[in-house]
C-alpha cells in the first residue's frame, strides 16, 4: 500500500512536469522581471557565520529566494518551508501553524532555531516562534536559508535539529514606493504599503500593515493583525557598516485545541498580542582580513489568552453528551455549575491554554572575523537573558534565565581539492547546567561540478524556560488552601538534550542547463530528550487518581534516512524544484503515567515530497504549480494524520502603466484539486482557498 501511494504521487508530478517541460520548450520570451530564477549553487552565511559556496558548507542547505517565494503562492513563511525536504509544516487552526524539522514535535516546536537577519525569535515564554507576531511581510524577504541538521555549533541551543535565517531585502534594493493587497478565502483582506529612500549615509525602508481574516466556518478562528518596521543600513565611513531594524505588531487571533469529543466540545479563546523588537548590527573593518562585529538586539512578547467562562469549563470537563444535557437543563447540574462557578472565582488568572504570559529577550554579541585566502576564522562572546512572566505558567513569580556563550568556526581551505570546517560553541546557564558542542566537516571536491561531503556533529540543547520553570495550579478556594488540579510542575534540575549526527551528501552542479541536485544521507541519534511526563499527583485534600506533568530527560530516538533537491532550469522560460525526503524515526517508549506508555511510529512521515514548477509563456504572463505529499505522521499533542496530498496553483499578469510604474494582478488557488483534509487536529480542515492579489510599484 505504502508503495502504491509513492508510486501515484510520482507518476502525478512526473507526468505534470512533463506537460510544463514541453510547453516551455516551444515558449519565446525575451524578458524576465526581478523573479527570474537565476539558478546557481548560491553563497550562504548561516552554516558558519562567514560568507561561503553552498559547496563549501558543511551541512546540507536549502535556500529559498525572492523567485521561488513568488511562484509559490505561499501566503505565510510556514507554507514555504513546505519546499524544504523533511520539513512538516501544519496549520493547528486557520492562523496558529507550527513547522518543525524532522517530526517528532507539538504545536510549539521547541528544537529549530528561527531567526531574521540573525536575530532569534525563538520565545522562551512558549520555547518556539510566535509567526503572527514577526512584523514582517513576505515582500520584506530577500531569501530564506534553512540548514538541514543541527547547527548549535554555529548558532546554539534553539538551532538543535536545525535552523532557519530569514534575509530581509536591502533597501537599496527595492522600488521607491510599493503597495499590496490581497482578498480571499477566510474572507481575507490584507494591505502592505513600503517606501525606500536614501540619505548620504544610506538607505532605509518603511513597511506598514494590516491584515485580517474570519477563519474557518466551524470554529471562527480568525485574526487581526497591524504591524510596522524600519530598516535601516547606513556607512558612516568608509570602514563601517550600521544596520538598524526596529518594529512593532500588534493584534489577535483565535486559538484553541480542536481536540474533543465532537468539534462542538472543543474551546477556542481570543488571544491578543502584542510584539516589538530593536536590533543593532555594527561591522568594523579593522584591515582588508579582519573585521570586527556588534550585535544586540531586544525582543518583548506579550500575549494575553481571553478567561474561560462557565461554558468554557463545561466543554473542558466533561463529554459532549453531558455538556449536551447541561444546556438543555441546567438545573440538573446546578451543584456543578455552582463548583465551577467558585472554581473561576478562585483562580482569576485561569486560562484553558496557557497562552498567556510575557517575555523579553536581550542578547548581546561581539565577534571577529579574520579571512584569507587558506583560512577563516570567525570566533567571539555572546550573552542572553530571557525573561517570563504570567501567572497561568508562572505560579511561583517571574523567571528568568542568563547564558552566556563561547564560539568559534574556521574554514580551512588548503587546496582547491577540498575544504574542511570545523566549529564550536559552549554555552553556560548561570544557575544551571553548561552545553559544549562541536561538529566537523570535510568537503571533497572532485571535479568543478561535483562535491562529497561528510559531516560529523555532537550537539547539546540547554533546557528552555519553559521547560525548565512551568508551574501552574488550580485552587479550589480563594486562599489557596485546597488545590482542584495541579497542571504541571517545574523541574530545574534538566540537563542538556544531546543528539550525535552524521550526516554524508552530494552536491554535483550540471553543466549543460542552469542547476544543481543536492543529496543528504543522515543518521540522528537523540538521547536524554525532554519529554512530559506524567505522575500521580496527591494532596491532603486531593482523591487519587489525578496526575501532574513534569519535563524530564527521558525521551530517546533516532532518524535515519536521506533526502534530496534538484534546481533546474531547462529554458528561460521554464524553471522548477523538487524535493523528497525519507525518514525512519525510531522511537523508545514515553512514559506518560505510572501504568501506561507512549510509543508511537510516525513521530515523523515516513515520505513527504514537493514539486515546484514556473512557466513564463510571454514576458507578462507568469504560471507556476506546487505540489506536496505528506505521509501519516503523529503530532505530539495533536492527532494521528493521515497522508495527504495538496495542489497549489498561481497565474500572475504584469502591466508596465509608465516607464517607473509597474502593475501586478495574480489569482492564487490552494488545495486546489482537493478533497479536504487535516494537518493536526481531527476536527480542522483545510479546504480549497482562493486569493487574490494586486501589486502595485513605482520606482
Not at 484553558?352 to 567571539?380: K, M, V, Y
Not at 499533542?637 to 498561481?650: F, H, Q
Not at 478533497?675 to 510599484?697: C, G, I, M, S
Amino acid at each position: 500500500m505504502q508503495h502504491q501511494k509513492i508510486n501515484s504521487i510520482a507518476a502525478l508530478l512526473t507526468g505534470l512536469a512533463g506537460v510544463l517541460h514541453a510547453a516551455a520548450l516551444t515558449a519565446d520570451i525575451s524578458h524576465l522581471d526581478e523573479t527570474a530564477f537565476l539558478i546557481d549553487i548560491p553563497m550562504v552565511t548561516s552554516a558558519t557565520r562567514m560568507s561561503q559556496h553552498q559547496s563549501d558548507a558543511p551541512v546540507s542547505m536549502t535556500v529559498i529566494d525572492r523567485a521561488t517565494i513568488t511562484a509559490s503562492g505561499a501566503q505565510t513563511v510556514p507554507d514555504l518551508l513546505r519546499l524544504v525536504p523533511g520539513f512538516q509544516v501544519a496549520h493547528v487552526n486557520s492562523n496558529k501553524y507550527a513547522a518543525t524539522y524532522h517530526g517528532h514535535s507539538d504545536d510549539f516546536p521547541r528544537r529549530l532555531e528561527v531567526m531574521i537577519d540573525g536575530r532569534s525569535v525563538y520565545m522562551p515564554l512558549i520555547s518556539s516562534p510566535d509567526w503572527t507576531s514577526l512584523a514582517l511581510h513576505l515582500d520584506d524577504i530577500e531569501r530564506i536559508e534553512v540548514i538541514r541538521g543541527s547547527n548549535t555549533a554555529t548558532q546554539g541551543s534553539n538551532a538543535f535539529m536545525g535552523a532557519i535565517n530569514i534575509i530581509t531585502r536591502h533597501p537599496a534594493t527595492e522600488a521607491r514606493a510599493s503597495a499590496s493587497i490581497t482578498l480571499g478565502s477566510l474572507d481575507t483582506a490584507n494591505s502592505n504599503l513600503r517606501f525606500s529612500d536614501n540619505t548620504s549615509m544610506g538607505h532605509y525602508r518603511l513597511s506598514a500593515g494590516h491584515e485580517k481574516n474570519t477563519g474557518s466556518k466551524r470554529f471562527n478562528d480568525g485574526a487581526k493583525r497591524d504591524y510596522l518596521s524600519f530598516s535601516g543600513s547606513f556607512a558612516p565611513t568608509l570602514r563601517d557598516q550600521i544596520d538598524i531594524r526596529v518594529g512593532v505588531d500588534r493584534g489577535h487571533t483565535t486559538i484553541g485545541s480542536l481536540k474533543g469529543e465532537t468539534y462542538r466540545s472543543v474551546v477556542t479563546p481570543e488571544r491578543a498580542y502584542r510584539s516589538d523588537f530593536q536590533h543593532i548590527f555594527w561591522e568594523h573593518t579593522i584591515n582588508p582580513n579582519l573585521t570586527f562585529e556588534l550585535t544586540g538586539y531586544r525582543n518583548q512578547l506579550s500575549l494575553s489568552e481571553d478567561s474561560p467562562t462557565i461554558d468554557d469549563i463545561f466543554k473542558n470537563q466533561f463529554k459532549y453528551n453531558i455538556y449536551k444535557d447541561w444546556l438543555a437543563n441546567p438545573a440538573k447540574y446546578a451543584l456543578e455549575e455552582a463548583g465551577f462557578q467558585e472554581i473561576l472565582n478562585s483562580n482569576p488568572s485561569l486560562k484553558l491554554l496557557s497562552e498567556n504570559g510575557a517575555t523579553r529577550q536581550e542578547d548581546f554579541q561581539f565577534s571577529i572575523t579574520h579571512q584569507q585566502s587558506q583560512i577563516s576564522t570567525s570566533a567571539g562572546l555572546g550573552y542572553r537573558r530571557d525573561t517570563g512572566k504570567g501567572d497561568t505558567l508562572f505560579d511561583q513569580g517571574d523567571v528568568h534565565s542568563t547564558r552566556f556563550r563561547l564560539f568559534a568556526n574556521s574554514v580551512i581551505i588548503p587546496n582547491q581539492a577540498y575544504t574542511i570546517n570545523l566549529g564550536a560553541m559552549h554555552e553556560k546557564e548561570e544557575s544551571g547546567p553548561g552545553a559544549t558542542s562541536g561538529r566537523a566537516g570535510l568537503s571533497l571536491h572532485i571535479t568543478q561540478d561535483l562535491t562529497l561531503r561528510y559531516g560529523v556533529s555532537s550537539s547539546e540543547r540547554l533546557p528552555s524556560l519553559h521547560e525548565r520553570y512551568s508551574q501552574s495550579t488550580i485552587y479550589l478556594t480563594p486562599d489557596k488552601s485546597q488545590i482542584f488540579d495541579a497542571i504541571s510542575r517545574p523541574n530545574p534540575d534538566l540537563k542538556p538534550e544531546r543528539m550525535l549526527s552524521h550526516e554524508a551528501g552530494l552536491l554535483y552542479k550540471f553543466r549543460s542547463l542552469p542547476g544543481y541536485f543536492d543529496l543528504r544521507v543522515f543518521n540522528e541519534r537523540i538521547t536524554n530528550g525532554i519529554a512530559t511526563y506524567r505522575h500521580p499527583f496527591y494532596d491532603e485534600h486531593e482523591m487519587s487518581g489525578r496526575t501532574i506533568r513534569v519535563s524530564e530527560n527521558l525521551a530517546e530516538w533516532q532518524n535515519q534516512g536521506a533526502e534530496f533537491q534538484l534546481k533546474l532550469q531547462p529554458s528561460d522560460a521554464f524553471w522548477f524544484l523538487l524535493n523528497y525526503a525519507y525518514v525512519n524515526n525510531t522511537a523508545k517508549s514515553f512514559a506518560i503515567t505510572s501504568t501506561r506508555e507512549f510509543n508511537r511510529s510516525e513521530l515523523a512521515p515516513r515520505h513527504s515530497a514537493s514539486l515546484l514548477l514556473n512557466w513564463q509563456p510571454r514576458p507578462d504572463i507568469n504560471l507556476s504549480a506546487g505540489h506536496y505529499f505528506v505521509d501519516q505522521m503523529h503530532w505530539l499533542e495533536g492527532d494521528t494524520r493521515e497522508a495527504y496530498n495538496r495542489t497549489d496553483l498561481r497565474a500572475a499578469k504584469h502591466w508596465a502603466l509608465n516607464s517607473q510604474t509597474q502593475a501586478e494582478l495574480s489569482l492564487s488557488i490552494q488545495n486546489a484539486f482537493g478533497p479536504t483534509y487535516q494537518e493536526f487536529y481531527d476536527y480542522h480542515d483545510f479546504e480549497r482557498r482562493f486569493f487574490v492579489q494586486f501589486r502595485l510599484k513605482y520606482h
